[in-house]
């Protein structure tokens, strides 16, 4: 389907089923675009590989949380296609030079997941042993 395809701003998304992980991360591997991604569980053995292979492929993981507009606070970036024309050349090298993050809402349920994937260490990418 088109929509699947195109890069999406919404209200449309195309919903596709899947059996094998592998099949949507080869197709978003395979994609133009890549903007952001949410992944919804709490077992951190199943979501810190996912969270670690996405990072390179969005440039926002949304954990337990719908793709969104972020504050302001956040960067505005993308991957890819994503966004391409939108800044000016200095801007797009200063904003798309920014590291992907991972943003979760703000509550008990998401801080007691981050918690335990920091302290577990079972993501390569969350992690609080270095500073950038």
């Keep these: 389907m088109r929509v699947f395809k195109e890069e999406q701003f ?3 998304i195309p919903i ?5 992980i592998e099949k949507p991360l080869d197709a978003m591997a395979e994609s133009n675009y890549g903007q952001q991604v949410s992944l919804f569980g709490k077992d951190i053995d199943k979501l810190s590989p996912l969270i670690d292979t996405l990072v ?3 440039c926002r993981v949304n954990l337990n949380s719908s793709c969104q507009r972020g504050p302001d606070v ?10 391409f024309g939108t800044l000016s050349v200095h801007d797009a090298l200063r904003s798309f030079s920014i590291r992907t993050f991972v943003a979760s809402k703000d509550n008990a349920y998401n801080n007691a997941i981050l918690e335990e994937l920091l302290n577990k260490k079972t993501s390569n990418f969350i992690s609080t042993d270095y500073i950038l």
């Design 10 to 12: 919404g209200p449309v």
């Design 16 to 20: 596709v089923p899947f059996i094998d």
């Design 56 to 58: 390179n492929l969005v």
């Design 74 to 83: 956040y960067p505005f970036t993308g991957r890819k296609d994503s966004a």
